[in-house]
């Protein structure tokens, strides 16, 4: 019984600091309550001090009522947390590319996955993403597009017209609303001549090209720079994998 009387009150302090800890950083309540859902899966919370939710999502300025479109969610890491957030007043558009019918057996079928990820919220809605079309079919504008460590992939598609995509970001949000867009960080100067081969890009480029779209940058943050990340090997690689420098850039539509 003593046992595990301490062992609950060793449990509210820890909340009790990490809450304390949350308002001291100046990360919103509910912003911490959804980090903290117990009902996230455990894959993700092991992957939290690397991808800094709780600041992201303050940075981001995500609110409860809010619409947002996310952009090729894949496993629904920041689905989960922004369906949280926004709450029962707020919507998600989760938009991912459908499983390929020639996609290998054992890769898996995110679209399915993210469906079922939406009939246990019920403020999601999965919508299949593609390049044609104003709003990426979204059914309405939206307060934030959001783009987590993907933004790169979108050069590699086929027929990439970068141009025309952050356009069509652009015409997915209200006047006002914000793109968020988080990637890994090539060298200065590398462009986009390593999204292929490294999966990353020079952040400069990437405020290059959805400047170009009419967007005004109003922040950007290093909450997620690794010092000590070279820049040289790929994402994917063992010795870099989950401590790559990544970027945070906050866009908004005039």
Avoid at 132 to 148: A, H, K, L, N
Avoid at 223 to 229: A, E, F
Wanted: net charge neutral; with cysteine; proline share 9%.
């Amino acid at each position: 019984m003593l046992r595990a009387a301490l062992g609950l009150i060793a449990a509210l302090t820890f909340c009790l600091l990490a809450d304390s800890a949350a308002l001291a950083a100046g990360i919103p309540k509910y912003i911490t309550a959804a980090v903290n859902d117990p009902a996230r899966p455990e894959a993700d919370k092991m992957r939290d001090a690397e991808r800094k939710p709780a600041e992201t999502l303050a940075f981001a300025g995500i609110k409860p009522g809010q619409t947002v479109a996310e952009l090729w969610p894949a496993r629904g890491y920041y689905t989960r947390l922004l369906a949280k957030v926004v709450g029962p007043s707020g919507h998600i558009y989760a938009l991912q590319p459908p499983r390929r019918p020639n996609a290998p057996a054992n890769m898996p079928d995110l679209m399915a996955g993210l469906q079922q990820l939406a009939e246990s919220y019920g403020n999601i809605t999965v919508l299949p993403f593609g390049l044609t079309g104003e709003g990426f079919g979204v059914p309405m504008p939206v307060d934030v597009v959001w783009t987590s460590l993907n933004y790169h992939d979108f050069h590699n598609l086929p027929n990439a017209d970068m141009a025309a995509f952050d356009k069509r970001v652009f015409d997915t949000l209200k006047p006002g609303g914000l793109f968020i867009l988080i990637d890994h960080a090539a060298a200065p100067g590398a462009g986009t001549s390593v999204t292929k081969t490294l999966h990353r890009m020079d952040p400069e480029t990437a405020k290059q090209e959805v400047e170009a779209a009419g967007f005004k940058l109003v922040a950007s943050s290093d909450i997620l720079h690794q010092p000590n990340d070279p820049h040289t090997a790929a994402i994917f690689d063992p010795s870099i994998r989950g401590k790559t420098d990544q970027f945070l850039l906050k866009f908004r539509k005039p």
